[in-house]
């Protein structure tokens, strides 16, 4: 081999390894997040079941959960869009039956209802536990002022509400008082495939290129 060549194959061999070594990355990215999502579905269809003594966080995110009691009128109203329209997520605390004070996402209302009196009164409601990560430095403090929140702020809401850091996103209740219970909706992004294709597509077009190189110089030097 002429040794003018060396360098190239060596930097084509290189640069190719590490395209490919990053696509397979993330092909196993793409595998385990499609792992969590299904996982995700399955407790989203389970049987609901009574609530725990002490939710976990991690163990009992999702977790389907029948409850009964008394939600009181008290809200707290987070900023949303519901099919393009602008409203507000109606977060209120709830007395349960056996006396435990929650906090619970009665779903949707629209913007126009959002000062109209609602008592609430007697639920008994279906949802997913949750604890949202919503929160970071570029979300805005609440307007305590014109009660809008712009995240769901489950220890925050927790201690305005005087209930436990627990949240549940009812799904269907009885007694809704207009207000449209909201199925839980995962937002997690899985654009792994591309990433795949991207990383793999450049192996190729560094080889191709590599290739190119070798023959022009040999070309030269022949």
Do not use: C
Not at 9 to 19: K, N, Q, R, S
Not at 150 to 175: G, Y
């Amino acid at each position: 081999m002429n040794k003018s060549m060396i360098f190239p194959l060596v930097f084509g061999l290189v640069g190719t390894a590490i395209f490919m070594s990053l696509g397979f990355w993330q092909l196993q990215r793409m595998n385990w997040k499609a792992g969590i999502l299904a996982e995700i579905d399955i407790r989203l269809a389970e049987v609901p079941v009574s609530l725990p003594e002490a939710p976990d966080q991690i163990g009992d995110k999702y977790l389907q959960v029948e409850v009964s009691g008394q939600v009181e009128g008290a809200e707290l109203h987070v900023l949303t869009f519901g099919e393009g329209t602008p409203g507000f997520r109606v977060i209120a605390p709830m007395i349960l039956d056996d006396g435990r004070r929650i906090l619970v996402d009665r779903g949707f209302l629209s913007e126009t209802e959002k000062d109209e009196p609602r008592v609430g009164g007697e639920v008994e409601a279906v949802g997913s536990l949750v604890w949202p990560q919503e929160t970071d430095k570029y979300v805005p403090d609440p307007n305590y002022e014109k009660n809008i929140w712009f995240a769901r702020d489950v220890p925050l809401m927790a201690t305005t509400l005087k209930t436990e850091q627990v949240m549940l996103a009812i799904s269907r209740s009885t007694n809704n008082e207009g207000i449209i219970p909201q199925r839980v909706s995962i937002n997690i992004s899985n654009r792994h495939l591309e990433y795949v294709m991207t990383w793999f597509s450049l192996a190729v077009i560094w080889v191709g290129m590599t290739g190119y190189a070798l023959w022009r110089i040999k070309r030269k030097t022949s």
